[in-house]
């Protein structure tokens, strides 16, 4: 299902236009030498954006199980600096073509599939995009942290 909503998503539903976007910003982050770790994070949310159904936004700590640099101050401040320059213009077009694509029923998954985009272009760095499988087991492993702490 999720390649056939991938597949109806690029082709007339000009999702790769969101995907080109996040490719403008990575070359723009990458020309000026010190948005060089933005370009990172840009090129991996363009990937996300050219295929959202099947894949799900996880921060790299979760994925990997201990700190990293995206994660910590230094990704809080990088994130902070990411809202100021792009995020929130990002994020505006990805929530305009949510309200676009929501006019029909039809459009209703694609406009879900913004709306995730949206909250991913706000703070991208320190994250990662894995399967639905993966982000799946990671919230199972959340939510059987958070029931031991209950039960203790």
């Excluded at 998503?9 to 982050?29: D, E, K, R, T, Y």
Aim: hydrophobic share 60%.
């Amino acid at each position: 299902m999720a390649l056939l909503l991938n597949i109806l998503w690029n082709v007339p539903g000009l999702g790769f236009i969101p995907a080109l976007m996040w490719l403008l910003a990575s070359v723009v982050m990458a020309l000026t030498i010190v948005g060089l770790p933005w370009a990172r994070a840009c090129l991996m949310m363009a990937g996300y954006s050219f295929l959202p159904f099947g894949n799900t936004l996880v921060t790299k700590e979760e994925l990997t199980g201990r700190p990293t640099l995206g994660s910590g101050p230094l990704g809080f401040v990088a994130n902070v600096l990411w809202f100021v320059l792009a995020g929130i213009w990002l994020c505006l077009s990805h929530l305009a073509l949510a309200a676009a694509a929501a006019v029909t029923i039809i459009g209703l998954p694609f406009a879900w599939a913004h709306l995730k985009l949206a909250g991913a272009a706000l703070f991208p760095v320190g994250k990662r995009v894995v399967p639905n499988a993966v982000g799946d087991a990671i919230a199972l492993g959340r939510g059987q942290s958070v029931l031991d702490r209950v039960r203790r």
